[in-house]
């Protein structure tokens, strides 16, 4: 009898274990899913976007379709807005985050309408830091030059290339001029080939690796400072942002800046999905990023790869959110300072 009882718990357990996979298969089967990119196509975040479209849905049971979808407005404020605020709830859409949403919600900056913390991280693929250059024709090499001569750069209205500058002008004594209006990255890009501005307030060191390597190469562009909590192995002898600070109170403002480059390239889901298809979503994200086909295309696109899990994702993104509001409040203030 006890031999009986005991097959029949096993049984049981075996019939059972797929049961938590199985609802997520069974829902994703024949599905499309939604990726949207909070940006206009053609730079880092839709690059990683449509390569993820491409690579996840085979390893998501049910296999569904993945359709990147490009929706640019508010410096990714719109995106995180929608995808809070009125996407479906059920796991059919993800979203490629901007990295600056937690502390622009932090600061209460306009325009934001979601909490970060209902989103559910599903993966990050980079911790790259981002940066501020000069264009080569510029007469600007170092931090130390913009705080002597001044350096005209270009960035979207609400993205980081505009608040860095301002920060730095305010607590670095640095002297750049921002020029905004333009709808994305490569538009300023584009303005600062054509000698319109002389530099770009912001992009990510894996933008600038996946989108412009020629760049790099024939040395048109000059990295200035990197944000970030830690010097880039590619860059030792960069300055972080966060080093520029004269005392410790500047220092934790700029480490509440930086800490968004941990995620840098985040994918979520909307609030309200089922567990058991989170859990799906973010192991399927964790099997991506070893394929080796995923890691193959993302190589031969020179796209930096650092991923983490969406768990260790989410802490983060909390973290910032959290900020004590002293720090998040001096942050705001320093950055709309020149507006009054």
Known sequence: MRRLAALCILVFWLAAAP???QPAADFYRGKQISLI???SAGNDYDFRGRLISRHLGRHIPGNPQIVPR?????GGIQAANWTVNLAPRDGTVLHMIMANMMAAQAMGMPGVEFDARKLFWIGNTTSTPNVVNSWFTSGVASIED???RGLVVGAPMGTAGALYPLLMNALAGTKFKLVTGYPGGNEASLAMERGEVEGRGSNSW???KSTKPEWLRDKKINILVQIGLKRHPDLPDVPLMLELAANKADRHLLEFISAETEVARSLVTTPGVPPDRVEALRRAFDAMVRDPDFISEAGKAQMDMSPSTGEEAQK??????NTPPEIALRAKALIEAPAK
């Open 146 to 148: 913009v705080r002597t």
């Open 70 to 74: 490009n929706m640019p407005g508010g």
């Open 19 to 21: 049961s938590f996979a």
């Open 316 to 321: 983060i993104a909390e973290a910032i959110v």
């Open 206 to 208: 894996a933008a600038w």
């Open 37 to 39: 990119i909070g940006t």
